[in-house]
């Protein structure tokens, strides 16, 4: 098939160059995203393979499916950036890749805590100066802290797992209770009892309607004061403006974040000789307590090699007309 590949990197580049041995598809890079902008790109081809950030709004798809193309293949988990019900109506199929490697991303929301914790990223940078002192890199223990997990699915189960062997507490908050976690030692809260009681909250859940705003003024007011929010899920599932308020207050203690509400803009960019007109995520940077990466939690050789594989499984699918086993459905 004749796939348009949008957003692209030199790391997908040779991710799917090497799994494209057996499907053989004609896959054209595009270092541009797939939005209003660029939807011209696609004529000519059969599908698109796109990313986080690329914007597939019911206007895009309208346009996509007018030129030609039949299915979207997301490489990656989180589907929030497509307008599902246009997807239907159009008859343009979604597929994305559901579980490439829950584990780089649950190690990676550690990775913040610890960061952020023990400020080794201070550490560092003070012993390549000569600065030897120790002075304000005081941290915490996590060993009978207690953690909240919001979303218990694929990596917001194995974080919890992560979260018992430096033996912490775990709550969890999640529309479904899973039996399995209950059984390991996870209790499920409300969500009010998760703010109230956690000394860390590292939040897995989608974005969705249900969560878009989920930490807004009213729920930074419930937190324990001085506690810690990972978020390695989508940026909308905090609001920015008012995470900024609690680190004001220093209501919130500490903010770990790889995703970032407004990050289209900036993330996956070298944006390093440009001025950035972001006032908000400025802001946000200028705090001592505030950790942001550029969306890298899923960032590991073995995830990489998982979404090329299913990603190009999933078009060989949908061009052999078989089941697809990772639609997108609504
Ligand atoms: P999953 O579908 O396995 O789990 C999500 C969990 O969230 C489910 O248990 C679901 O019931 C729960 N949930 C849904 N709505 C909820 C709500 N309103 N309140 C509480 N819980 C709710 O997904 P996953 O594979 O564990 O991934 C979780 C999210 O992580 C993805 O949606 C994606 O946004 C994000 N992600 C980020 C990266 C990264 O690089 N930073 C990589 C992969 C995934």
Same mark, same amino acid.
């Given at each position: 098939?004749? /796939?348009?590949?949008?957003?692209?990197?030199?790391?997908?580049?040779?991710?799917?160059?090497?799994?494209?041995?057996?499907?053989?598809?004609?896959?054209?890079?595009?270092?541009?995203?797939?939005?209003?902008?660029?939807? =011209?790109?696609?004529?000519?081809?059969?599908?698109?393979?796109?990313?986080?950030?690329?914007?597939?709004?019911?206007?895009?798809?309208?346009?996509?499916?007018?030129?030609?193309?039949?299915?979207?293949?997301?490489?990656?988990?989180?589907?929030?950036?497509?307008?599902?019900?246009?997807?239907?109506?159009?008859?343009?199929?979604?597929?994305?890749?559901?579980?490439?490697?829950? @584990?780089?991303?649950?190690?990676?929301?550690?990775?913040?805590?610890?960061?952020? %914790?023990?400020?080794?990223?201070?550490?560092? =940078?003070?012993?390549?100066?000569?600065?030897?002192?120790? @002075?304000?890199?005081?941290?915490?223990?996590?060993?009978?802290?207690?953690?909240?997990?919001?979303?218990?699915?694929? /990596?917001?189960?194995?974080?919890?797992?992560?979260?018992?062997?430096?033996?912490?507490?775990?709550?969890?908050?999640?529309?479904?209770?899973?039996?399995?976690?209950?059984?390991?030692?996870?209790?499920?809260?409300?969500?009010?009892?998760?703010?109230?009681?956690?000394?860390?909250?590292?939040?897995?859940?989608?974005?969705?309607?249900?969560?878009?705003?989920?930490?807004? =003024?009213?729920?930074?007011?419930?937190?324990?004061?001085?506690?810690?929010?990972? %978020?390695?899920?989508?940026?909308?599932?905090?609001?920015?403006?008012?995470?900024?308020?609690?680190?004001?207050?220093?209501?919130?203690?500490?903010?770990? /974040?790889?995703?970032?509400?407004?990050?289209?803009?900036?993330?996956?960019?070298?944006?390093?000789?440009?001025? /950035?007109?972001?006032?908000?995520?400025?802001?946000?940077?200028?705090?001592?307590?505030?950790?942001?990466?550029?969306?890298?939690?899923?960032?590991?050789?073995?995830?990489?090699?998982?979404?090329?594989?299913?990603?190009?499984? %999933?078009?060989?699918?949908?061009?052999?007309?078989?089941?697809?086993?990772?639609?997108?459905?609504?």
């Amino acid at each position: 098939m004749k /796939i348009a590949v949008f957003s692209t990197k030199s790391y997908d580049r040779e991710y799917f160059g090497k799994f494209n041995v057996k499907d053989n598809h004609q896959l054209t890079y595009f270092d541009a995203p797939l939005n209003a902008d660029t939807t =011209n790109l696609t004529i000519g081809f059969d599908a698109v393979c796109i990313f986080v950030n690329d914007r597939v709004e019911r206007s895009v798809i309208q346009k996509i499916a007018r030129n030609g193309i039949r299915v979207i293949a997301l490489r990656c988990a989180g589907f929030n950036n497509v307008d599902l019900e246009a997807a239907v109506e159009n008859q343009v199929k979604v597929v994305r890749v559901p579980a490439y490697s829950p @584990e780089a991303v649950a190690e990676y929301a550690v990775a913040l805590i610890l960061t952020l %914790n023990r400020k080794t990223h201070k550490a560092y =940078n003070r012993i390549r100066e000569g600065n030897f002192s120790l @002075e304000k890199l005081v941290g915490f223990d996590l060993h009978k802290k207690t953690v909240g997990v919001i979303g218990t699915g694929k /990596i917001g189960a194995i974080f919890s797992g992560l979260m018992f062997g430096f033996g912490c507490k775990v709550l969890a908050y999640d529309k479904y209770e899973s039996t399995e976690l209950k059984s390991k030692g996870v209790e499920y809260v409300s969500f009010d009892q998760i703010l109230e009681r956690s000394d860390i909250i590292s939040l897995h859940c989608p974005l969705t309607k249900d969560t878009h705003h989920l930490f807004n =003024n009213e729920s930074f007011a419930k937190i324990k004061k001085g506690m810690m929010i990972i %978020n390695t899920s989508r940026g909308a599932v905090i609001d920015t403006s008012a995470a900024i308020e609690a680190l004001k207050t220093g209501r919130l203690g500490y903010l770990g /974040i790889d995703v970032y509400e407004q990050e289209e803009k900036l993330f996956f960019k070298d944006l390093s000789e440009s001025i /950035i007109q972001d006032d908000v995520f400025m802001r946000l940077m200028s705090f001592p307590n505030v950790l942001i990466t550029s969306h890298q939690g899923f960032f590991t050789k073995e995830a990489l090699d998982e979404i090329a594989l299913t990603t190009l499984k %999933n078009l060989t699918d949908f061009e052999q007309g078989k089941f697809l086993e990772n639609e997108v459905k609504i």
